[in-house]
């Protein structure tokens, strides 16, 4: 995540360009989004995503409950580690004064408005400037925050909050630390003050660049402890929202302790944690780590730990965080898969943890990212619905496990099946009847739902 530091663009004297004042919209020109259905050219309304219409007996926002990515929105800036900033905000004035803050959150409620959604994600960092001290740099944020909880009004929360634990060098050996307590702490209690459902750790540094120079066993330990801290407080300041890490593999660390959703689960499982945290799911992260990011959200979803999207997509051939908007509609239908058999996610929804591409610089792309967004996902939910409905793919999983409802299968699934009782079964059937996976069959029927 970069800060915005790109040249002023508000004219010195222009109108708009005051203190914390922005005369208009923000987004003059853009419409409310509204759905017009999959016939319509209208690059500036939802084809799919029809916030109403009821799936398998959800409303669509339900599956979903959307939600935008204040850094990504409004704090990138297109600077990548080779390039300068490339997207200049007309709102933007090239600073991080508080008076900006202010600004950029005003922008902020007009898009979320603008796109109709009822969730945004945040973290401290990213909505109010550093001080000098960490009292200035908190009563920064307090400015802030009352700012963002006149604007939300009553409809508009956070999904969740976090606190930007990676960025300052004060990080740059882990960040599970006293000064990572105190901000974990304000951000918190700022999350549940602006009604946010959901509160996320992503430990960027908390991870190994070399072993040779670690301790991992002291530093799992103390991030476990950082993490127990959270636990306490969340329950003394009566926050009844989920905690939730997010598993990452690595980037910017090389090797990050919550590696993927099995790694963190055990982590949770060793330090009795596992009740009080479920885990955050990103798309992109899954496919660092080797992983499809349905095997991902299958893996959380078995463990009882499914509780939020980072929706987003990687590149196949590039091999760091892209953090694209996901637009591949297969890749969607196995998400939403697992999604339906989870129930859905509430408390948890889907964040765009998604930028804009380098090269995109209009303002109205900030809209068509977040609709294709949606629509993709809209799409996947229609098609998971469709195969669901049709329920030959069910089927056909059922057959392939059909020799487990037998007396022998069912002594095994019961635990009733010791080695000399299967080793007398195997002799009494003789050689097994091996049967066809059916592979190509099940490829045959998702593709037909696309
Ligand atoms: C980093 C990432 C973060 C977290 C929040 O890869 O995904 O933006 O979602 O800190
Ligand atoms: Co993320």
Known sequence: MKLAVGPPTCPAEGVGC??????GEFFPGIPKIKYEGPNSKNHLAFKYYNAEEMILGKKMKDWFRFSVAFWHTFRG?????????????PWEDGTNSLAMAKRRMRANFEFIDKLGVD?????????????KTLEETNKNLDEVVALAKELQGS????????????????????????????CSYITLSVTHYLGGENYVFWGGREGYQTLL???????????????????????????????LIEPKPQEPTKHQYDWDAATAANFLRKYGLIDEFKLNI??????LSGHSCHHELETARINGLLGNIDANTGDPQTGWDTD?????????????????????????GFNFDAKLRRESTDVEDLFIAHIGGMDTMARGLRNAAKLIEDGSLAELVKKRYQSFDSEVGTAIEAGKADFEYLEKKAIEWGEPKVLSGKQEL????????L
């Open 77 to 89: 800036t297109g600077a990548d580690p080779f390039g300068a900033p490339t997207k200049y905000w």
């Open 442 to 449: 099940a490829e045959m029927i998702f593709q037909s739902a």
């Open 155 to 182: 409809k508009i929360h956070p999904l969740w909050g976090t606190s930007q634990l990676f960025h300052h060098p004060r990080y740059m050996h882990g960040a599970a630390t006293r000064y990572a307590t105190i």
């Open 213 to 243: 120079n670690t301790d991992m066993e002291k530093e799992l330990d103390h991030m476990a402890r950082f993490l127990q801290a959270a636990v306490d407080f969340k329950k003394k300041i009566g926050f009844n929202g989920t905690l």
């Open 119 to 131: 969730f945004w994600c945040f973290h401290d960092r990213d909505i109010a400037p550093d001080g």
């Open 324 to 348: 694209q908007f996901m637009t591949d509609v297969a890749e969607a239908t196995m998400v939403m898969l697992s999604v339906i058999k989870n129930g859905g996610l509430a408390p948890g």
């Open 18 to 23: 005051g203190e914390d004042e922005w005369e």
């Open 282 to 287: 990103e798309c992109n992260h899954a496919t």
